[in-house]
Nanobody, 116 residues
Framework: QVQLVESGGGLVQAGGSLRLSCAAS????????MGWFRQAPGKEREFVAV????????FYADSVKGRFIISRDNAKNVAHLQMNSLKPEDTGVYYC?????????WGQGTSVTVSS
């Protein structure tokens, strides 16, 4: 089992920045990847970014490429999502995700609101 706890959401003006963090506990030493998804009001959950825990490779959704950066702190089993140049369309609940073998783990979500 892997437990994920997000932090760092909040309210920011367009053009601003926020940094989300996701702390993993439990069997986190063997996760395959960690990343972020988001869900805007009235929309389906969508992929944002992911990092392989094996080799550190990253992949981003086109909508955030060049603005968001995913990173990790191996010693603390924490993943970060640095969000820059935020836009109102980035508003939503951001969920941390971890993959381990064929199992998906989710955090409880943290809210991000970008005002215009």
């Amino acid at each position: 089992q892997v437990q994920l706890v997000e932090s760092g959401g909040g309210l920011v003006q367009a053009g601003g920045s926020l940094r989300l963090s996701c702390a993993a506990s439990g069997s986190s030493s063997s996760v395959d990847d960690m990343g972020w998804f988001r869900q805007a009001p009235g929309k389906e959950r969508e992929f944002v970014a992911v990092m392989s825990w094996r080799d550190g490779s990253t992949f981003y959704a086109d909508s955030v490429k060049g603005r968001f950066i995913i990173s990790r702190d191996n010693a603390k089993n924490v993943a970060h999502l640095q969000m820059n140049s935020l836009k109102p369309e980035d508003t939503g609940v951001y969920y941390c995700h971890a993959g381990k073998d064929t199992t998906d783990y989710w955090g409880q979500g943290t809210s991000v609101t970008v005002s215009s």
